[in-house]
């Protein structure tokens, strides 16, 4: 994107009542940039020197200078003297920091929840970047200092720990872009240090009365009742669930597929089907015709897909109006939680496609104090 330095006059004194200006020959300057000429050239013009007073010459340099930069920012380039269109959807050097961000974020893939929180997050940096003046500084020039301060400003203005590490998070992976369009060498973000932040435990079906509560569902809806039982024994995500179609499952052999979308990679990836949830898996089987979706609208097959955010909305409602105050993702922790406290952290991972038992971890939530439990009953005799 080409782009201008200021716009400058000599005399540089010519806004002031000075008469010995009048007499002096002015001139109006700049440095215009664009990808033919990074390094800029100067360009310089005249047009008020014929004036009959000193407020005349200033009013038309000023006519001149507002001119001009609406013909700038209408693509005018006074190299080639046209106007030239650039493609929006190219990020060089010279595109404003948070055009760049938008840029960027449209050319991102990956699954609706990710890219919605990259899109809530931008808003953040839109907002902060204006209250700092950045908004528009030449993504080449946007510094660390610039960054750290739009995070300091965020935390001033009482926002999160988890929420200004969210935000510095999706500004690492906008400035991993724009450091693979080789703007920059290195992306300084991860050299930003991360708040502190504890997460909330959370809230899993851990009792008897939990479980009679959840089965309560089935008097509710017995369709949610079915994915919600689906749903806990997959490790899966909505997202991954909202495209599970008819030709994904085999339901002989007792295994469906998934496109498994993390870290930008899109891979195909096998799910048991556990024996406790097969009655159902075959129920809605049998409903779903060819192509079809399994999981849809009402949870019944459909020719269309569901969202995946209207799963999690309607798995949320039903479990809070039985008692249970927990989101839909809490059956997928309550299902990782007892498959580690039985089998290991590994094979929890191993359920929900982690590649590390790190992240297992955060859902696994007990399992520490399993472990704690398995550790007691080691027999050894000396």
């Not at 005018?76 to 595109?95: C, R």
């Not at 930003?192 to 009792?207: A, D, F, P």
């Not at 909505?238 to 990679?265: A, H, P, Y």
């Not at 989101?327 to 309550?334: D, E, I, R, V």
Request: positive net charge.
């Amino acid at each position: 994107m080409k782009t201008h330095s200021e716009i400058k006059v000599t005399p540089r004194t010519w806004e002031k009542s000075i008469k010995a200006n009048f007499e002096k020959t002015w001139e109006i300057y700049y440095t215009f940039y664009d990808r033919q000429h990074p390094d800029g050239v100067k360009i310089r013009f005249k047009g008020m020197n014929r004036a009959a007073s000193l407020q005349e010459k200033q009013s038309i340099t000023r006519d001149l200078i507002e001119n001009e930069l609406k013909n700038l920012q209408r693509g005018y380039n006074p190299i080639l003297n046209e106007y030239v269109l650039e493609d929006e959807n190219l990020i060089s050097d010279f595109t404003p920091f948070v055009k760049s961000c938008e840029i960027a974020l449209n050319s991102f893939q990956g699954v609706e929840s990710t890219l919605t929180d990259l899109d809530n997050s931008l808003k953040h940096i839109r907002k902060y970047a204006g209250i700092l003046k950045i908004e528009n500084k030449d993504i080449k020039s946007v510094t660390k200092g610039d960054i750290k301060q739009l995070l300091m400003r965020m935390s001033k203005d009482k926002h999160s720990n988890y929420r200004v590490n969210k935000t510095r998070a999706h500004l690492s992976k906008f400035f991993a872009h724009f450091t693979e369009l080789e703007i920059f060498q290195v992306n300084f973000i991860e050299g930003i240090s991360k708040l502190e932040h504890t997460s909330k435990k959370k809230n899993i079906i851990r009792t008897e009365e939990d479980w009679k509560k959840f089965h309560k569902i089935k008097d509710l809806n017995y369709s949610v009742y079915i994915f919600l039982n689906i749903f806990l024994y997959s490790g899966c995500r909505f997202e991954e669930m909202t495209q599970v179609r008819k030709e994904d499952v085999n339901i002989e052999k007792s295994f469906f597929w998934i496109n498994l979308k993390k870290g930008g990679k899109h891979t195909r990836a096998m799910r048991p089907i556990n024996m406790h949830v097969w009655k159902y898996w075959k129920r809605i089987y049998d409903i779903a015709q060819p192509l079809q979706y399994m999981f849809s609208f009402e949870q019944m097959p459909n020719d269309k897909p569901i969202k995946a955010h209207s799963l999690y909305d309607i798995s949320g409602k039903y479990l809070r109006r039985v008692g249970l105050d927990m989101t839909g993702y809490g059956l997928k922790h309550t299902f990782l939680n007892l498959v580690s406290k039985d089998f290991g952290l590994s094979k929890a991972a191993e359920i929900a496609g982690h590649t590390s038992t790190k992240t297992t971890e955060k859902y696994a939530i007990d399992w520490q104090e399993h472990q704690v439990e398995r550790n007691k009953k080691i027999d050894i005799i000396i």
